[in-house]
C-alpha cells in the first residue's frame, strides 16, 4: 500500500512558475512508476508528465507542457516534484499524483494503481 500526499498548488500569477511535491508513503518508492495529472472543471483526466522507476531515467511529457514542465524523483525523500514555469490560464486544474508499479511508464489513469487527493492550481491572466 502505497500513500500519496500533493503539496505546493496555489494561484499564481500567468507566467509565473511553481513546483508540486508529492510525498509516498512505504520503504518501496523507488520501485513504482510516477506520475502527475490534472484534471480541469469538466474535462477529463489528464497526464501531465510521468517518469520511471528506480533512478527516473525515463520521463514523459505532455505537448501541453513539454519545455515548460521538469518531473523529478528523490527515492530518498520518497518525492517526487513537478516544476512549471511560463505557466497559462489553461494550466488551472487540479494536480494529482500517481504511482504504478511495474516497469513501463503508461499515460492512462486506469492503469495507476494509487492517487494522491490532488492540489488546486490556479494561473490568473
Known amino acids: 500500500q502505497v500513500q500519496l500526499v500533493e503539496s505546493g498548488g496555489g494561484l499564481v500569477q500567468a507566467g509565473g512558475s511553481l513546483r508540486l511535491s508529492c510525498a509516498a508513503s512505504?520503504?518501496?518508492?523507488?520501485?513504482?512508476?510516477m506520475a502527475w495529472f490534472r484534471q480541469a472543471p469538466g474535462k477529463e483526466r489528464e497526464v501531465v508528465a510521468a517518469?520511471?522507476?528506480?533512478?527516473?531515467?525515463?520521463?514523459y511529457y505532455a505537448d501541453s507542457v513539454k519545455g515548460r514542465a521538469t518531473i523529478s524523483r528523490d527515492n530518498a525523500k520518497n518525492t517526487v516534484y513537478l516544476q512549471m514555469h511560463s505557466l497559462k490560464p489553461e494550466d488551472t486544474a487540479v494536480y494529482y499524483c500517481?504511482?504504478?508499479?511495474?516497469?513501463?511508464?503508461?499515460?492512462?489513469?486506469?492503469?495507476?494503481?494509487?492517487w494522491g487527493q490532488g492540489t488546486q492550481v490556479t494561473v490568473s491572466s
Open positions: 500517481a504511482a504504478r508499479s511495474g516497469t513501463l511508464i503508461t499515460t492512462v489513469p486506469e492503469t495507476y494503481d494509487y
Open positions: 512505504g520503504r518501496t518508492f523507488s520501485s513504482y512508476c
Open positions: 517518469i520511471s522507476y528506480s533512478g527516473g531515467d525515463r520521463t
